[in-house]
């Protein structure tokens, strides 16, 4: 019940290219969902995040989209650039677990030319 | 934004030797500090929390008298990897949160990356 599941689990797109990564989780406690963009041998860095009172949030070229009935939620990256390639994590957090993140499993992004 | 920084950033011991690893959040007091390890290409798995001055909390499965954790103040973490084996080898990364104002972000440090020959 705690589990983030995250997919696609790799993406190629090309530049301009509007890739969508998808997480669904399972526990309604959840009530805080970012986003971490992570590059090879780099800590992760907090994109964007969203709580379930809202449908949509963006911010620059990201957007969360979030539906609490269907318990999933999703990041656009739009007019994607080759910089973006990187793996981006989701996670998901609620205060009853002392705001420990669940991870999902990770999108590797390539971005071509 | 909030800054976190790991020192070192990357470290190589022998066997049997200990490691220590700092996590300090450099414009923000933490009230609370993660410790996670990541193997390539798999996700951050968490290891431990830690609440300034009080006894961290462990993950099912990870050794607390292994992994040392000692959140000495606002601004500092240490982990203590004890008596390593080269199947510690990986890459540590700590993040610190404020949990003032309703405020759950948490901000990861660039990691660690240890190798134990």
């Known amino acids: 019940q705690q589990q983030v599941k995250q997919s696609p689990q790799s993406l190629i797109v090309q530049k301009g290219g509007i890739p969508i990564i998808n997480c669904a989780y399972e526990n309604t406690a959840f009530d805080y969902f970012p986003w971490y963009q992570q590059f090879p041998g780099k800590g992760p860095a907090l994109l964007i995040a969203i709580r379930p009172d809202v449908s949509e949030k963006k911010e620059g070229r990201f957007t969360i989209s979030f539906n609490k009935s269907a318990k999933q939620f999703s990041l656009y990256i739009m007019d994607s650039q080759p910089g973006d390639s990187a793996t981006y994590f989701c996670?998901?957090?609620?205060?009853?677990?002392?705001?420990?993140?669940?991870f999902g499993s990770g999108t590797q992004l390539t971005v071509l030319p | 934004g909030a800054v976190v920084s790991q020192h070192p950033s990357w470290v190589i011991c022998k066997s049997g030797t200990s490691v220590k690893i700092e996590c300090r959040s450099l414009d923000f007091q933490a009230t609370t500090m993660f410790w996670y390890r990541q193997f390539p290409k798999q996700s951050l798995m968490l290891m431990a929390t830690?609440?300034?001055?009080?006894?961290?909390?462990?993950e099912q499965g990870v050794e607390k008298d292994k992994f040392l954790i000692n959140h000495a103040s606002l601004t500092l973490s240490t982990l203590t990897v004890t008596s390593a084996h080269p199947e510690d080898s990986s890459f540590y990364i700590c993040s610190a949160m404020s949990l003032g104002q309703g405020n759950y972000e948490q901000y990861f440090g660039p990691g660690t990356r240890l190798t134990v020959t």
């Open positions: 996670a998901a957090s609620w205060r009853g677990s002392a705001r420990q993140l669940t």
């Open positions: 830690s609440n300034e001055g009080s006894k961290a909390t462990y």
